[in-house]
């Protein structure tokens, strides 16, 4: 509905968060008789939107690799990146890293966020944020891009492949790379949430 249209600002798909739209329609619904179900709806949708994904990716990555991805990388730790901030509150980083413990509690996760401080991402978030964008990419084999940071939009994602492990999967959760993804190389795959491949309409 957004594509290439010059007179609407729908957002990409994407998790929201943050400290005030998590809360807020459960404010109002506590607050009226009449219950806003579609906004309850949008929320209860949203806080599943971590489950599903990774569970879809874990499937998808085993299917190319009869493997489960052991090296996860989550880039964008905020609860978003545009406009840029360094609020954790509320971010659905915290609820990816739960899901993905629940499926492989032996992986090895590892974060990155050019505007979140370190110590904070490792009280709140409970792993290890890499300040070097190549080193936290080296041998990875699942990749999240949880918010739309410029950093990550800005991205070439044929230098990534040239870092992470054959077989990498790319899990985008805002499109910022669906028109570019094709160009990608056999080793490297991609999926933002909504595509096609992806199954989420």
């Not at 792993?127 to 041998?139: A, C, G, K, P, T």
């Not at 070439?156 to 993804?181: E, M, P, R, T």
Request: aromatic fraction near 10%; glycine fraction near 6%; charged fraction near 15%.
């Amino acid at each position: 509905a957004n594509h290439n249209y010059p007179r609407s600002s729908i957002a990409k798909p994407g998790p929201v968060g943050g400290p005030c739209l998590e809360k807020d329609p459960y404010i109002l619904s506590s607050s009226i008789d009449i219950k806003p179900k579609l906004s309850l709806m949008g929320r209860e949708n949203n806080e599943s939107l971590m489950s599903y994904s990774v569970d879809y990716a874990f499937k998808y990555y085993l299917n190319i690799n009869n493997t489960l991805p052991s090296k996860i990388v989550i880039l964008g730790l905020a609860f978003k990146g545009n406009p840029e901030t360094s609020d954790l509150r509320g971010t659905l980083a915290k609820s990816l890293v739960d899901n993905i413990i629940s499926i492989n509690s032996n992986a090895s996760i590892f974060g990155h966020d050019p505007s979140v401080n370190k110590e904070e991402s490792k009280a709140y978030l409970g792993i290890e944020q890499v300040e070097s964008f190549d080193l936290v990419l080296q041998d990875a084999d699942l990749i999240f891009i949880q918010n739309n940071h410029f950093y990550y939009s800005s991205l070439n994602l044929q230098s990534i492949a040239n870092k992470v492990n054959f077989g990498c999967l790319i899990y985008d959760f805002w499109a910022l790379h669906s028109d570019f993804s094709i160009s990608l190389p056999n080793s490297v795959n991609y999926i933002s949430l909504g595509s096609s491949c992806d199954g989420a309409r």
